[in-house]
């Protein structure tokens, strides 16, 4: 049976799993809206297209599937490029469909034309560097290979952004539907048997060592391994930090959780692994320039080091290891969760994490070393408020990513996403609106004020398709990241940094929205009264412009 190319790609999405599709329509890509219309996907119109991105990617964050975002040609595929490259720094499966002018005016300056031909802007050069997979479809000869690459690259073990780009009159062009019988959709079998030499290398470092500490990253998470690292580190007394994406590789309120590591953490985790550790078992982290406190070099000097991750690019990428193994995360500590067992390995003796930790805290208090004075006590107690009325667990896509991190403890039943990729601004709202199609737990939005302005509009796409979505706002009039290190590193010579907000409680009430603000610990009674379940709630939380964490990014 022949049907329009737009039709085919619509079942596609559907063969990819895709339940929702965020976007603004144009006239370029209006044949596959049209087909949208009879298909079981649910469509969310937004205010502007690097939402619609990332959207899809809150919507795969949290569903482990694909995340889809469809625009119209030239500034609507030019709009993607930011949550795009978001997508590819985390390897993101987000697909993007854009339309595209027909081709047979490339080249003649057609209306918001980007063939690259006759000095129109290059879409292919423009996504080349930030997709995992892009094709300008100009003809349907080659169309099931290119479906077929995009296919797999989104459902790949190590997955990234693909855009395809399709012509007006492509999008007509009539194809045969049994094409798509041609593109597999099952997930590669991710199964990988670890070689049992690794393993009892692993075991034999793992019983020379005293005080041996794992350093969870988020490859923990996405291969489901959370269970078997919880089972070998109690059954071992390993204690446990992770890398911040991994905050909850295991339950942070657990006994053995050290919380998470880096540069704009605590210092807790520091601390143990310095004054502590003698074998570090890095399991899925990147170990990037925060957790890695920006590649010091003393860090892991002395100490013997595991190193495990499916990506071989992550292999030694920071840190030269005694023993490195390439493999899926999951199979991995299964495997030595049974060696463990089999050859009945000897706990190490049992650590008081939480005196620790109290030690830890005191000592860098004396130091002048804690990140955190009093001025930002309303914020504590906020998290502290969240970690004690969440106990079954919420969603938290947070741009902030200091605060969650030092005051908030993420349990085995919470999920938290923090703004990493590209650290782009302006993204928790849209992501979280995204993965609120899907999920049914509380749904949190952390934001700066400066990056709220950057996206709030989008929470008038929330009131549109009743979204439950509750958005902490941090009110300090000032991009305070900026402030703070003009602050500490150009004398206070303040530029561009400051501003005037608008009263957020009026602009809630035209969104039709709850608003509360916290001006201290007390207003926290307050929040009794929202139902975090239902509706759309502001909550503002006020900062002073003078108050700054205690570290230092060193630029
Ligand atoms: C799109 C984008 N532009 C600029 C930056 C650089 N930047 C990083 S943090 C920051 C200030 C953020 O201000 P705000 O959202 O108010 O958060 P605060 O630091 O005040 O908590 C800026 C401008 C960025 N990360 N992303
Ligand atoms: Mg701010």
Known sequence: MKIPVSELLVK??????????????????LPVYDALYDSSIRSVLVKHEQAAAFMAGGYARVTGGVGACITTAGPGATNLVTAIASAYADRLPVLAITGEAPTHIFGKGGLQESSGEGGSVDQVALFAGITRYHKLIERTDYLPNVLIQAAKHLLSDTPGPVVLSIPYNVQKELVDASLLDQISFARPSSECVVPGRQIAQSLALLDAAKHPLIIAGYGCIRSGAQESLRRISEHLNIPVTSSLKAKGAVDERSAL???????????????????????????????????????????????????????AQQLEKVFRADLVVQADLGAYLQALDAAIQDQNLAAKAPVDIAAFIANAQAQADVAGEAIFNRQFDQVRAFYSWLEQHFPDGLVMFDDNIVFAQNFYRVSAKDRFYPNTGIS?????????????????????????????????????????????????????????????????????????????NPDFALLAQSFGIQHCRVENAQDLAKLEAIDFLRGIHLIEIMIDQDAYPNYSSRR
Request: net charge negative; charged share 15%; proline share 3%.
């Open 257 to 311: 959780s050290l919380g998470s590591l880096g540069v704009t953490s605590g210092g807790n985790a520091l601390r143990y692994l310095q004054q502590q550790a003698d074998l570090v078992l890095v399991l899925g982290a990147g170990f990037n320039e925060r957790t890695s406190y920006v590649w010091d070099k003393e860090l892991l000097a002395g100490k013997k080091l595991i190193q495990v991750d499916n990506n």
């Open 12 to 29: 596609f999405l559907e063969n990819l799993g895709v339940k929702c599709i965020f976007g603004i329509p144009g006239s370029h890509i």
């Open 424 to 500: 782009s601004l302006g993204h928790a709202i849209p992501a979280a609106i995204g993965a609120g199609c899907e999920v049914k737990q509380p749904l949190f939005a952390m934001i700066g004020d400066g990056g709220f302005h950057m996206c709030a509009m989008e929470i008038m796409t929330a009131v549109n398709y009743d979204i439950p979505l509750n958005i902490v706002l941090f009110n300090n009039s000032t991009m305070g990241l900026i402030r703070k290190n003009q602050h500490h590193l150009y004398q206070g010579r303040f530029i561009d940094c400051d501003f005037a």
